[in-house]
């Protein structure tokens, strides 16, 4: 049974204009929770309870605050690797990091990078962000935005080798 010229035209109309539907933010990545429900690894169970030593000692209840029981997983690894998890909340840094932030800044540093960064970001998504608007084939829409600024290891470790500076070895390239 043959479909009718004007089925196939309004079926070719309605796939071209479901196609070219804006988005406000555009995501170049194509994993993302779509539906309505709890997204499963989002959810993190508590630690277990336990008994304190001494009831007095604890903190007063703070509705919305931090608990003992819950799981903060950034913390816990530094702690697993023998690092301070209290440094993850300091703002600044510690003054016995000063020598390496005078070393890291002493070309200069630009103080809203983080802002201009994001900036930067959200143009090259707006601009690449619609390429591959029919979902053809596996390509990753972010692999091409960022493709240009992909940095060459191999390329920089013969660079360096030429100019005599030592470099450790590292694997072959892939083939």
């Known amino acids: 049974m043959a479909m009718p010229h004007k089925?196939?035209?309004a079926l070719l109309v309605a796939t071209v204009l479901a196609g070219c539907g804006g988005r406000d933010d555009v995501t170049l990545t194509r994993i993302r929770h779509t539906g309505n429900g709890?997204?499963?690894?989002?959810?993190?169970?508590?630690?277990?309870?336990?008994?304190?030593?001494?009831?007095a000692s604890l903190p007063s209840p703070t509705p919305g605050g931090a608990n003992r029981t819950d799981q903060n997983p950034l913390a816990d690894g530094v702690a697993a690797l023998g690092g301070n998890p209290a440094a993850l909340t300091a703002g600044a840094p510690s003054a016995r990091d000063g020598a390496l932030v005078n070393h890291a800044t002493r070309y200069g540093a630009t103080a809203n990078i983080r802002q201009t960064l994001s900036e930067e970001d959200s143009e090259?998504?707006?601009r690449h962000?619609?390429?591959?608007?029919?979902r053809l084939g596996p390509k990753d829409?972010?692999?091409?935005?960022?493709?240009?600024?992909?940095?060459?290891a191999y390329a920089e470790e013969r660079r360096l080798r030429r100019n005599g500076t030592v470099t450790p070895s590292s694997p072959p390239p892939p083939k």
Do not use: C, H
């Open 129 to 134: 962000g619609r390429v591959n608007i029919l």
């Open 124 to 126: 090259i998504r707006r």
């Open 38 to 55: 709890p997204d499963e690894f989002s959810i993190m169970p508590g630690k277990p309870l336990q008994a304190p030593e001494d009831y």
């Open 7 to 9: 089925t196939v035209l």
């Open 141 to 152: 829409d972010y692999t091409n935005a960022y493709k240009r600024q992909w940095l060459d």
